[in-house]
């Protein structure tokens, strides 16, 4: 991608922290407004995948109580790490092998990329072993791109009328990525996609389980995001500082394929 290092510089301190934290609540709370939305109805999910544990606790220090991470034995590592900070809860957000289920279900309070079967089974055995309940969303492929993890839109009701069965996950709602593209108009898309299939699902929706959520937007994109409905933005770049590790590590690359 292009300069993101001279857009994102590293938050260093804690007061770095807090700055950012506060500008990206601002540009929230501006795009609410743009949107005729109350600020109250966006989660600031800080993204802290490849961040050091002490650049976390800085984080904490300014106020941070959520993190999320792409990978669950990277999250479960600084988890283990970081257990004297008790009221830090973890959002793991990125794709999920069966194997690694366990890890899961064992520290995480939201999974977001939920878009199999298995994995839903492999999580509620898991869990109910663990005496244990998760947030989970419904991750969408909205950009058609065939190198993206999630559901194509088309197999999303009939995959949502299974999710009843499985007790310990508590269905939020859906999340996307949206294509990585400077042109504006093609992310909004993505966007509206996710929005609309909520919105067609909603009415149909089985008893118990709650569309409500819409994740999506990251630091490049999210008050696009937020025009178009997004309730939680999660949010790395912008207020830890650029990633040095490539984001093709993180988002398979259609050149490599998917893995499980
Ligand atoms: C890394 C990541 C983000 C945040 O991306 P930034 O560019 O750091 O804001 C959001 N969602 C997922 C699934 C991610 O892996």
Redesign the pocket.
């Known amino acids: 991608m292009h300069d993101q290092h001279g857009r994102w510089p590293q938050a260093e301190s804690v007061e770095d922290f807090r700055r950012n934290m506060a500008a990206v609540h601002a540009r929230i709370a501006a795009a609410c407004q743009r949107g005729g939305r109350d600020p109250g109805g966006v989660r600031l999910l800080p993204?802290s995948?490849t961040k050091s544990e002490a650049s976390l606790r800085l984080a904490y220090a300014a106020g941070c109580r959520l993190l999320?991470e792409?990978k669950p034995q990277e999250a479960y590592r600084k988890w283990e790490g970081m257990t004297d900070l008790t009221d830090l809860r973890w959002s793991v957000?990125?794709h999920l092998q069966t194997n690694k289920a366990k890890l899961v279900a064992h520290f995480a309070a939201e999974f977001?990329?939920l878009d199999s079967l298995r994995v839903a089974e492999a999580l509620e055995r898991r869990l109910q072993a663990e005496g244990r309940g998760l947030d989970v969303f419904v991750q969408v492929n909205t950009s058609g791109e065939a190198s993206k993890y999630g559901l194509p839109p088309d197999e999303v009701a009939a995959f949502i009328r299974e999710l009843p069965a499985f007790s310990a996950l508590r269905v939020r709602g859906l999340m996307t990525?949206a294509l990585l593209s400077v042109e504006a108009a093609r992310v909004r898309r993505c966007f509206v996609l996710l929005r609309e299939l909520r919105d067609r699902l909603r009415q149909e929706a089985p008893d118990g389980i709650d569309l409500d959520e819409l994740s999506m937007g990251?630091?490049?994109d999210y008050e696009i995001a937020i025009e178009e409905g997004a309730t939680v933005v999660?949010?790395?770049?912008?207020i830890f500082g650029a990633?040095a590790t490539p984001?093709v590590y993180?988002?398979p690359s259609a050149g490599e394929g998917k893995t499980d």
């Open positions: 993204v995948k999320g792409n957000i990125g977001q990329a990525l990251m630091s490049g999660r949010v790395g770049q912008a990633r984001d993180y988002w």
